[in-house]
């Protein structure tokens, strides 16, 4: 079953292809024509994607060795949301339009589901307690298999990933600034800026970042030392992230510990789970670092899934492109 995966929800240009959920190729292309504006502007993603994404695509099946003809692909599946609306019609279009054209099923898929189902095909035991921390989003879910997986709480205002970048905008370390604050934090002294811990009981399935965002351009100003305000921010939002976590692995009787998403290439954040999956004796499901970040592999995967429990799937080809998604059940087909 070989399954062509595109995910053009913001700034990245990814195209994967899979046999199953075995990776065949894949190619991720990232758009740096934002750090000049200090974040991501919508034209000009859309715009980069439509210029990109077919050399994208032919280098995929390029580096499979596999002829880029209708007949060698058995499903196309593309991201529909949520993200940036004009960069997700792109993907969208295409993948529908070389479904249609080839007389092969579409599936339009839930990119946060998707960050979950990278994991899909490894052996996570249920019910799993998941963290899903991202630029857009930062959640718990409980997961009681892959068809059940519950929304527990996500945060009330910036996602985990964005109070990264607006902190690292701060700092004057570019955008996206995550990985930039990750290093510098290394380099810094976490006790050194005191920066409050913002809805910090870990029973809350909730997180709160904006308010910290705010407390590190107070410490900024005051003269705060770069280094040691980044490794004190840096440590503020892991703890909220593994306390939270936590809390719900054991709240659940998690078998698996299941995490997702950009922030999860934090160094600090990845030793903290490391350690605690080690300590709790319960198996830990984290992205290889290039894989927490937007990548088609996670879509080709959550496509598999979808084909696994149900041959016949497809999605309408007028599924829509959505910018917000909020519920409580999520699953990786969002337009039937
Ligand atoms: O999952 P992702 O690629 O996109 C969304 O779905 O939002 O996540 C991107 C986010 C950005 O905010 C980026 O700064 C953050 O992940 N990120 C990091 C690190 N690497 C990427 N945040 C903290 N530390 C890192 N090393
Ligand atoms: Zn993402």
Known sequence: MKILAVETSCDDTAVALL???????????HQDVHSAHGGVVPE?????????????????????????????????????????????????????????SS????????????????????????PAAALLASGGHTCLLRMDSWERITMLGCTRDDAAGESFDKTAKLLGLGYPGGA?????????????VHLPSPLHDPSLPEFSFSGLKTAARIALEKGADPADLAASFRLRVVDSLVSKFLH????????????????????????????????????????????????ALMVGRAAAAVLDSDPSA????????????TGSGLSPLCCH
């Open 103 to 126: 007389g092969k099923p579409f599936l339009g898929i839930n990119h946060l589901a998707a960050h979950l189902f990278l994991h899909y095909g490894k052996p996570v035991k249920f």
């Open 44 to 100: 000009l993603a859309s715009r980069n994607h439509l210029e990109t994404l077919p050399s994208v695509i032919g280098d995929v099946f390029a580096k499979a060795g596999v002829p880029n003809f209708p007949g060698t692909i058995d499903v196309y599946a593309a991201t529909a949301g949520p993200g940036l609306v004009g960069s997700l019609l792109v993907g969208l279009s295409w993948a529908k339009a070389a479904a249609w």
């Open 248 to 295: 719900q692995c054991r709240e659940i009787g998690a078998a698996s510990m299941v995490a997702a998403g950009g922030v999860t290439a934090n160094s600090l954040l990845r030793n903290r789970l490391s350690r605690a999956s080690a300590l709790l004796g319960i198996p830990l499901f984290l992205p290889d670092v290039e894989h927490s970040t937007d990548n």
């Open 314 to 325: 497809r999605s309408s080809l007028q599924c829509n492109a959505f910018s917000r998604w």
């Open 19 to 29: 046999d199953g959920t075995d990776l065949l190729a894949e190619e991720i292309r």
């Open 180 to 192: 930039a604050l990750d290093a510098l934090a290394e380099r810094g002294d976490p006790s050194a």
